[in-house]
Structure formats: structure tokens, C-alpha cells
């Protein structure tokens, strides 16, 4: 089970991210001082989605894994199955750690998809874990029925998605916090409930709707927490990534 901060590295490009990365070297070096032996020891576990990937192409990936970085890929495919499977083979083989799929797309679809990932990521010893967006955290419940015509209420579709996942064989599903308990009754202990909106005590909100601290989301079963500005709008970047992990882990 992971239990680890991710840092959304929601940047335009690759100089950017590394930049922002570089900070974190300093504590490896020993820099800046730094007490936790299993921060210093790690390199921060990154989130790279659309607009990075689509800026930089493939190649970022390359250069966070050379850096050794663990990296969550977030390009929530969502297609017919043949594309997805044959587009996450591709995925596969870029030695992420982590990607994800729409559970809309359906069971098939996301059989297809962690089909194809395995084929992918055949060389590799360590298998990239595939997890389902459920409702996107955008999606409201009027949205759910009016646009999306599911008259259903939010709770039971994002449960009934993330059962879907399960079947499909997925890892687990990105949801709030608020909804890892019952993800994990529902799917089991194992099921991995990765969670963003997460933000630090005294933090904007920003345009999170439903937002957790990092000790109340370890409380809530979340096994993955997801900060972005909390830590990279921060002029203290390192020492809020710090306290996530401290009160996370
Ligand atoms: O800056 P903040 O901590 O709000 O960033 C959260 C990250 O998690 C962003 O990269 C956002 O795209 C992503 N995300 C989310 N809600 C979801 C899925 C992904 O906020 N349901």
C-alpha cells in the first residue's frame, strides 16, 4: 500500500518542473537541513498531467524517471477500447508508475486498458499501477442530471464506478477523500484511494470544492494524497512538502 504525498506538478514546462524539482536536490545534498531521513532520502513522488504532457511530450517522463522520481501520468483516457489499450501499450512503455482512465469508458474499457499496460510495461519488474477517475470533483449533481442524464445521487455513482474499476482489475480510483472509507468497504483495504483536494490548515481553497488536510485524509483511509499549489505556489515548497509527508505518512 503506498501512503504517499504526490505533488501535482501542474507547470507549462519541462524548465519549469525541473526547476521547481531542484529545490529538492538541495536537501539531498544536504543543503538544506533536513531531519527526515525518509524525505531526504526520497525524491518527491510527481504528478505530471495534460498541459505538461502534451507541451513536452514523452520526454518529460524520461527525464523525471532519470531523476528518480516515481510519476503519475494523469491523462484520464477515455475512448473505444482497442484505442485505449493500444494507447496505454504506448504508456506502458515509458516506465510510469502510475496512470489513469475514465471508469465512463466502461468495464471493457478498462480491461483493454490495463490489458495493454501490461503489454507495455513487460520489461519493467515493478508494474505501473492503473487506477479510474470516477466523477471528476468538477462534476456537481446537478451536471450529473441534467447534462449527463444519470439520475442517480453523486455517492452511489462514484460507488458503483469504483466497483466497476474493481472488476475490471484496475489498482484503484482517484475520489475525495471523503469518499475513501467507503471505497475501501466497498472495493476492500487494498483498493488504492488516491485523493486530491487535499490542502494545508490556513491554505486557499482555490476552486476545490470538497477539501481535506493531509491528517485528515490519513484518518479518512486515503492511500495516496495529490498537493499541488498548497506545495508549489509555496515560497516554502519543501518545508510544506515536509509537513504533508509528516503528517501523512
Ligand atoms: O492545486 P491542487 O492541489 O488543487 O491540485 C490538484 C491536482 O489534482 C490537479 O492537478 C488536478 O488536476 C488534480 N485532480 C483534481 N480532482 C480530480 C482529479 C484530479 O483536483 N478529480
Given at each position: 500500500m503506498g501512503k504517499d504525498v504526490i505533488i501535482a506538478c501542474d507547470f507549462a514546462s519541462t524548465d519549469e518542473t525541473v526547476r521547481f524539482l531542484d529545490k529538492f536536490n538541495k536537501i539531498r545534498e544536504g543543503i538544506v537541513a533536513c531531519d527526515d531521513i525518509s524525505v531526504r532520502a526520497s525524491r518527491p513522488y510527481v504528478k505530471i498531467g495534460m498541459e505538461l504532457f502534451y507541451a513536452e511530450g514523452p520526454q518529460i517522463i524520461k527525464i523525471l524517471k532519470e531523476r528518480g522520481h516515481n510519476v503519475?501520468?494523469?491523462?484520464k483516457l477515455h475512448d473505444i477500447p482497442n484505442t485505449v489499450g493500444k494507447a496505454m501499450q504506448v504508456i506502458g512503455g515509458y516506465g510510469v508508475d502510475m496512470v489513469n482512465v475514465h471508469a465512463a469508458g466502461s468495464i471493457e474499457m478498462m480491461k483493454a486498458a490495463k490489458h495493454g499496460l501490461m503489454l507495455g510495461a513487460i520489461r519493467y519488474a515493478e508494474k505501473p499501477k492503473l487506477i479510474a477517475v470516477?466523477?471528476?470533483?468538477?462534476?456537481d449533481e446537478e451536471a450529473l442530471r441534467?447534462?449527463?442524464?444519470?439520475?442517480?445521487p453523486m455517492d452511489k455513482v462514484v460507488a458503483q464506478y469504483a466497483l466497476n474499476a474493481k472488476a475490471a482489475g484496475l489498482d484503484g480510483v482517484v475520489c475525495s477523500a471523503h469518499e475513501a472509507a467507503t471505497i475501501h468497504q466497498l472495493c476492500g483495504e487494498d483498493f488504492l484511494t488516491v485523493t486530491p483536494g487535499i490542502r494545508l490548515e490556513g491554505d486557499a481553497v482555490g476552486d476545490q470544492k470538497r477539501i481535506m488536510t493531509p491528517v485528515e485524509a490519513k484518518k479518512a483511509g486515503s492511500d495516496y494524497i495529490v498537493v499541488g499549489r498548497s506545495i508549489t505556489a509555496s515560497d516554502k515548497a519543501v518545508d510544506v512538502y515536509r509537513k504533508a509527508c509528516e503528517d501523512f505518512k
Open positions: 503519475f501520468l494523469d491523462l470516477t466523477q471528476l470533483t468538477s462534476i441534467k447534462e449527463l442524464l444519470i439520475d442517480m
